[in-house]
């Protein structure tokens, strides 16, 4: 992997494919993963195009320092380090993919920084959900949002390999589509990675940092036309994720100026994984138009 410059003192690592010459994409990850999350789009996409794939900060390779989340692991200042590597690898503007954490952090990036971005490739979260967050059948399963917030993720399941690979196999497990195999050496490459002293702390600084996303989707309301996300954006919306429904997907041209939803049916919460082919077509729609 490679480093990048420091942003706020934060080095982040990435993987870099494909031609140096050609037109970029940068891909963010989620939680639970890492940059390997795009394993299976990255070859789909590095014929023909440079292909950035960093750790955010505070998991994989990159620095996860200890110092407040609300000022270091938030969606700006996950940005900033985005932001810092585009100009630091000369990419001009790319187009941006993100899923889970990664998808918050490429709107983010759009927002704050809407030089870098030519458009976007998003799953959820994404806004509109509202009180929806709210629904008898909802609530039961955000009780990890609120574990990560307290000191008690950390004493009960950090630097311990055994809790960590059986939490991280629950999530992935109750998250994805029935297609997709958690068991496996990338599996446990992972677990390896979130079970080092620390790291499970830090890749849980996100939902740390601010309110967390419940608050900040009912304090949420819809910017006018002038202040939308203004880059093309195409939103692959998966079929069986229990963290967020389909339905939520009816409000996105309130928040978006130009954006284009793809339902796809029979997959969980990582369609990286769960729909690579998918995903590498709409990063080649912006490309297209």
Not at 173 to 194: I, Q
Not at 233 to 256: G, I, M, N
Not at 264 to 283: C, K, N, Q, S
Request: charged share 25%.
């Amino acid at each position: 992997m490679h480093r990048s410059q420091p942003v706020d003192s934060f080095t982040i690592a990435y993987h870099e494919a494909g031609p140096a010459d050609a037109a970029a994409v940068v891909l963010l990850h989620g939680w639970p993963g890492d940059s390997h999350d795009y394993r299976a789009v990255v070859p789909l996409l590095a014929n023909r195009y440079r292909v950035i794939v960093p750790d955010l900060r505070g998991f994989g390779a990159s620095d996860r320092h200890l110092v407040d989340p609300d000022a270091y692991y938030g969606p700006a200042a996950q940005a900033r380090s985005v932001a810092g590597l585009i100009d630091e690898l000369d990419l001009g503007a790319p187009v941006v993919g993100g899923y889970d954490v990664g998808s918050r952090v490429a709107q983010t990036l759009a927002t704050e920084h809407p030089d870098k971005v030519r458009g976007l490739v998003l799953s959820p979260p994404l806004p509109g959900i509202g009180e929806r967050w709210l629904a008898p059948d909802i609530v039961p399963e955000l009780w990890y949002l609120y574990l990560h917030r307290s000191p008690l993720s950390v004493r009960l399941i950090d630097g311990q390999r055994d809790k960590v690979h059986a939490y991280l196999h629950y999530c992935w497990a109750h998250w994805s589509g029935p297609g997709l195999v958690v068991d496996g050496p990338e599996f446990e490459r992972l677990v390896d990675d979130y079970a080092r002293p620390g790291a499970f702390e830090a890749s849980t600084n996100w939902y740390r940092a601010g309110p967390d996303y419940v608050a900040r989707s009912l304090a949420e309301t819809p910017p006018d036309r002038a202040n939308r996300i203004s880059q093309p954006t195409h939103v692959l919306w998966q079929e069986l994720d229990p963290l967020f429904p389909r339905a939520w997907s009816d409000r996105l041209d309130e928040f978006f100026a130009d954006v284009h939803l793809h339902p796809v049916d029979g997959i969980g919460h990582f369609t990286p994984l769960e729909a690579p082919e998918e995903f590498a077509r709409l990063i080649d729609l912006h490309r297209r138009g």
